[in-house]
């Protein structure tokens, strides 16, 4: 399936039913008086926020939705049918902009979440409901209200816990690929993620969820390579994974470039708690690990834990040292590392925390 962030769409809402002017007609029935049911209300435009979407592609081929009208009153009595409803189901995340793109409408963050974006037209009045004493026989109507009818843009940010950054073959997707079950693509060259990729992660009986976008490189927020848009969807994350290449030249340089592309891009990203992952580190020696984690402790204050996505070095250290923030920024209860040791059930999969710091001399800065 396509990945569509993106959408314009056109929508119009139902008008109302006339109301009927009618007067009974019966056989022997001298003054049968008026008749003339109601109208029925137009249908409205919904949208909802349902589980299980991840995209809006299904807006990427039809863009125009419209309600039912209601239907016009009738003799007898009888009052016109309210007109279908229209449904429109987007992802969780979704955000509703005006047609100028100025102006947030709405903003669909929790499951089940429906906005009215456009009323359907009240139904109009029949002669029947004017009959009074002094006025036995009225002949008077009220018309149906109008539809209603806008374009608006649709918006996707997806709900993840933590976002992958970095640059361009840092291993994201592999790091991705290591803690989840996605399957996002995986190559030696450039831009080899060119859509965003969600992953489950499970670690101490806990679970979140990592969100891996494109790689950034120098100038992005000014549409370098594939730009700075797709930062968009960690925008939600409570913390970020900068993952840095320690097999690359400058590891300081590369740190420092997403770093500006973060501030350079805005929506509150470079204020947000972040991890280093110093990736690769299973081509590397200790003493060369503990170098380049020195170099970067120069210039940040963030966490910084030597990863091999490949052989799963470090992997656990990181994983609990993003669900710390994680918890910390969703003020959630927050567990001691020694207890999540002593609780965790034993894996040979992964080795342990005291293992890890030893092996490699020194903890997360």
């Not at 309210?82 to 409408?105: H, I, N, R």
């Not at 490949?310 to 609990?320: D, E």
């Amino acid at each position: 399936m396509k990945f569509l962030d993106q959408c314009k769409i056109y929508i119009k809402s139902g008008g109302g039913g006339d109301g009927c002017l009618s007067f009974r007609r019966e056989k022997c029935v001298e003054y049968g008086g008026p008749d003339g049911g109601n109208g029925g209300r137009g249908g409205h435009v919904l949208i909802e926020a349902v589980n299980g979407l991840n995209t809006l592609i299904d807006y990427r081929y039809r863009q125009h939705f419209k309600a039912g009208r209601g239907g016009h009153g009738m003799g007898k009595n009888r009052t016109g049918g309210k007109g279908a409803d229209s449904y429109l189901k987007v992802p969780v995340g979704t955000q509703l902009f005006d047609e100028d793109y100025g102006v947030m409408l709405a903003d669909l963050t929790e499951e089940g979440q429906v906005v009215m974006m456009l009323e359907g037209g009240h139904p109009g009045t029949g002669n029947a409901a004017f009959k009074s004493s002094v006025n036995q026989s009225p002949r008077r109507t009220t018309p149906g209200g109008p539809a209603e009818e806008m374009w608006i843009w649709l918006r996707l940010k997806l709900m993840a816990d933590a976002g992958l950054v970095g640059l361009p073959n840092a291993g994201k997707s592999t790091f991705l690929a290591a803690i989840s079950r996605a399957k996002p693509k995986i190559a030696d060259y450039p831009f080899t993620t060119l859509k965003p990729q969600l992953g489950v992660v499970h670690v101490d009986q806990r679970e979140f969820v990592v969100a891996d976008i494109p790689g950034l490189i120098e100038g992005a927020h000014e549409g370098h390579g594939l730009g700075d848009r797709f930062l968009g969807h960690i925008e939600r994350c409570a913390t970020i994974l900068h993952m840095i290449d320690a097999t690359g030249d400058d590891v300081v340089k590369a740190y420092k470039t997403i770093r500006h592309e973060l501030e350079s891009y805005g929506g509150g990203l470079s204020e947000k708690p972040e991890v280093i992952g110093l990736n690769k580190c299973d081509a590397l020696d200790e003493e060369l690990i503990k170098m380049l984690s020195d170099e970067l402790s120069s210039v940040t204050k963030s966490p910084i834990v030597p990863i091999s996505a490949v052989t799963h070095y470090g992997v656990p250290l990181m994983l609990r040292a993003l669900l710390k923030n994680i918890d910390d920024a969703r003020n959630l209860e927050n567990t001691p590392l020694e207890k999540i040791n002593n609780e965790r059930p034993e894996s040979d999969d992964f080795e342990t925390d005291e293992e890890h710091i030893q092996d490699t001399g020194w903890s997360p800065i």
